[in-house]
């Protein structure tokens, strides 16, 4: 049950594009296309922004997109408002458990 | 409207116990699987548990296993965490999140209660 990597930063100007990488192993991210992307405020309870690797809920803007190659999955944020400016964490689905990435402080500068 | 409501937190000492509880309203727990989730202050998300929609399966991170036990009250709509053996790394703020398919994501989750572990 090892944290999936994640880069601890990442930032942006607005209006630009970013991606963030969530890599795991065989056992999780490369194993099931069951990777979850989540973004939480200070202070707040995350919120779920991709389910099942690309799928966005209802309400989440389509400026947020989810992909997976092997055992990586990205999240790429288009079109950065302030408003995007979180921390934001990856999660994957690992047989009978779930592991969650360290979690990138996305800055909107 | 769902909504998730954990109480139960607070300070206890190495090697005590605490109880949290989860008001679960808006939906019925016998129709979704319920996780436990938790956050040191200042870090990142952890998966504690789970148990399925039936309450006949439980799961457990390494890290709480026969310390810790999930269960729930499908009259009350309550999902609880017993913990027993706390340690101070267990100390975080523990959210009760509502689990979906075979992913086992999460679309609804708690405010949170906060577990502090010290002497």
């Known amino acids: 049950q090892s944290a999936l990597t994640q880069p601890p930063s990442a930032s942006g100007s607005p209006g630009q594009s970013v991606t963030i990488s969530c890599t795991g192993t065989?056992?999780?991210?490369?194993?099931?296309?069951?990777v979850s992307w989540y973004q939480q405020h200070p202070g707040k309870a995350p919120k779920l922004m991709i389910y099942e690797v690309n799928k966005r809920p209802s309400g989440v803007p389509d400026r947020f997109s989810g992909s997976k190659f092997g055992n990586t999955a990205s999240l790429t944020v288009s079109g950065l408002q302030t408003e995007d400016e979180a921390d934001y964490y990856c999660?994957?689905?690992?047989?009978?458990?779930?592991?969650f990435g360290g979690g990138t402080k996305l800055s909107v500068l | 409207e769902v909504q998730l409501v954990e109480s139960g937190g607070g300070l206890v000492q190495p090697g005590g116990s605490l109880r949290l509880s989860c008001a679960a309203s808006g939906f019925t727990l016998s129709g979704y699987a319920m996780h436990w989730v938790r956050q040191a202050p200042g870090k990142g998300l952890v998966w504690v548990s789970r148990i399925n929609s039936g309450g006949t399966t439980t799961n457990y991170a390494d890290s709480v296993k026969g310390r810790f036990t999930i269960s729930r009250d499908v009259a009350e709509n309550m999902l609880y965490l017993q913990m027993n053996s706390l340690r101070a790394e267990d100390t975080a703020v523990y959210y009760c999140?509502?689990?979906?398919?075979?992913?086992?994501?999460?679309?609804?989750w708690g405010q949170g209660t906060l577990v502090t572990v010290s002497s």
């Open positions: 999140v509502r689990g979906r398919g075979a992913a086992w994501y999460y679309d609804f």
């Open positions: 999660s994957s689905y690992a047989g009978t458990s779930v592991v």
């Open positions: 065989n056992s999780d991210v490369g194993a099931y296309d069951y």
